[in-house]
């Protein structure tokens, strides 16, 4: 029968990494505790691992490539996996009362540590690194998020006095471009305490409104809706209600774009690291839970997959934590450092290897007349 190690070392070669190698994403092992923790605990033991410093690689971002391109995650499934997704199964993680638990361990934990790793304009999602129209391509984050601001603008056919509402619109950064560049009247919501409390003093005199609210408690008309990196957080159960609640609240003629991260294959429930750490109750749709959603409410006239930036915007904003944590270390601890490394550097790989994907979905109620311009 194989030792722990053994096993860990046959594993490893089906992705071609060795244990204390030499090469920028081979692992350096500190306790040899860590095959029978990670193989016995799965993924949530070993990403555990990595914050109590029993391992590490050189590049991070290059070893999850390389153990996520193998699908090694999949052979590494505890019981505790089959626990959030019977949990999943069982019961609701994403009602209204559990709504702002993820604003509260995630978003809330310090508008300082967001402000150094994120664009000038606060902007927690994918940004757009490719020219289109008369946008040429982004040569740094700052441009890269101002893209993808404008490129949302024009989907939508945003003009001066429409009335957008964005759901789930972390510190502003859409509504905010929207009301400077296009004159628009905003509403925001999120559950962030932290996010619009920021939102609301850093307004200024722009035609913005933020609030504190649950999406399924909308309900008023407007030009148009978006939403930008939130989906991720309303759970399977709940696709068709937020549908609903967008079909709703959305005038006629007016248009609805999805930002969302997408999944290659339909899941209930999230990894166990992720949801413990970073994103609790969390769940990537994939584009066949996506279109169920939609179904007898929505015509789809335009879906765009963006993912491969996302690596690029993940490792940008690794660089500015990594450059400004002597500015911030004082509000957190080397524990929290080293988790958060591992999940900006892990998720950079999931796009990197196709993994993941980034989509923009326009979505209309009747279908648009004569059909829908695509700008890329």
């Given at each position: 029968m194989?030792?722990?190690?053994?096993?860990?070392?046959?594993?490893?070669?089906?992705?071609?990494?060795?244990?204390?190698?030499?090469?920028?994403?081979?692992?350096?092992?500190?306790?040899?505790?860590?095959?029978?923790?990670?193989?016995?605990?799965?993924?949530?033991?070993?990403?555990?691992a990595y914050m109590d410093g029993w391992w590490s690689a050189e590049k991070l971002d290059q070893f999850f490539a390389k153990i996520l391109g193998a699908y090694l995650?999949?052979?590494?499934?505890?019981?505790?996996?089959?626990?959030?997704?019977?949990?999943?199964?069982?019961?609701?993680?994403?009602?209204?009362?559990?709504?702002?638990?993820?604003?509260?361990?995630?978003?809330?934990?310090?508008?300082?540590?967001?402000s150094k790793m994120l664009d000038k304009r606060m902007v927690y999602t994918c940004g757009y690194w490719d020219g289109f129209q008369d946008i040429p391509p982004?040569?740094?984050?700052?441009?890269?998020?101002?893209?993808?601001?404008?490129?949302?603008?024009?989907?939508?056919?945003?003009?001066?006095?429409?009335?957008?509402?964005?759901?789930?619109?972390?510190?502003?950064?859409?509504i905010r471009y929207a009301a400077e560049k296009y004159q628009a009247n905003c509403v925001g919501i999120s559950v962030s305490k932290k996010q619009v409390d920021?939102?609301?003093?850093?307004?200024?005199?722009l035609s913005i409104e933020y609030r504190l609210q649950d999406y399924r408690d909308i309900d008023?008309?407007?030009?148009?809706?978006?939403?930008v990196g939130m989906f991720e957080h309303v759970?399977?159960?709940?696709?068709?209600?937020?549908?609903?609640?967008?079909?709703?609240?959305?005038?006629?003629?007016?248009?609805?774009?999805?930002?969302?991260?997408?999944?290659?294959i339909s899941t209930t429930a999230t990894d166990p690291w992720i949801n413990k750490y970073i994103f609790p109750n969390s769940m990537l749709p994939s584009a066949a839970q996506i279109s169920k959603s939609v179904e007898?409410?929505?015509?789809?006239?335009?879906?765009?997959?963006?993912?491969?930036?996302?690596?690029?915007t993940l490792m940008s904003w690794y660089?500015?934590?990594?450059?400004?944590?002597?500015?911030?270390?004082?509000?957190?601890?080397?524990r929290f450092y080293k988790m958060w490394e591992f999940y900006l550097l892990s998720s950079a790989a999931t796009f990197r290897i196709r993994r993941n994907q980034v989509w923009q979905i326009v979505l209309s109620k009747h279908g648009i007349k004569d059909g829908y311009k695509r700008i890329v």
């Amino acid at each position: 029968m194989l030792s722990f190690k053994e096993r860990a070392i046959s594993l490893l070669k089906k992705a071609d990494v060795k244990i204390n190698g030499d090469r920028p994403w081979d692992i350096q092992v500190y306790n040899d505790k860590l095959y029978e923790r990670t193989l016995l605990g799965g993924t949530i033991a070993f990403g555990e691992a990595y914050m109590d410093g029993w391992w590490s690689a050189e590049k991070l971002d290059q070893f999850f490539a390389k153990i996520l391109g193998a699908y090694l995650d999949e052979e590494l499934k505890s019981p505790i996996l089959l626990f959030y997704y019977l949990k999943s199964a069982l019961f609701n993680p994403q009602t209204e009362k559990k709504a702002f638990k993820v604003g509260e361990v995630h978003y809330d934990i310090g508008n300082d540590l967001y402000s150094k790793m994120l664009d000038k304009r606060m902007v927690y999602t994918c940004g757009y690194w490719d020219g289109f129209q008369d946008i040429p391509p982004a040569s740094n984050l700052d441009e890269a998020q101002e893209n993808k601001l404008e490129i949302i603008c024009r989907k939508i056919g945003l003009k001066k006095g429409d009335n957008v509402l964005d759901i789930g619109c972390g510190w502003g950064s859409f509504i905010r471009y929207a009301a400077e560049k296009y004159q628009a009247n905003c509403v925001g919501i999120s559950v962030s305490k932290k996010q619009v409390d920021y939102g609301n003093k850093s307004k200024g005199d722009l035609s913005i409104e933020y609030r504190l609210q649950d999406y399924r408690d909308i309900d008023e008309k407007f030009d148009h809706i978006v939403s930008v990196g939130m989906f991720e957080h309303v759970g399977y159960k709940n696709y068709k209600t937020y549908m609903e609640v967008v079909n709703k609240n959305l005038k006629d003629d007016g248009l609805f774009l999805l930002h969302t991260i997408g999944c290659n294959i339909s899941t209930t429930a999230t990894d166990p690291w992720i949801n413990k750490y970073i994103f609790p109750n969390s769940m990537l749709p994939s584009a066949a839970q996506i279109s169920k959603s939609v179904e007898n409410l929505f015509v789809i006239e335009d879906w765009h997959n963006f993912g491969i930036n996302y690596d690029h915007t993940l490792m940008s904003w690794y660089n500015n934590f990594k450059k400004y944590w002597p500015d911030i270390k004082g509000h957190y601890n080397e524990r929290f450092y080293k988790m958060w490394e591992f999940y900006l550097l892990s998720s950079a790989a999931t796009f990197r290897i196709r993994r993941n994907q980034v989509w923009q979905i326009v979505l209309s109620k009747h279908g648009i007349k004569d059909g829908y311009k695509r700008i890329v």
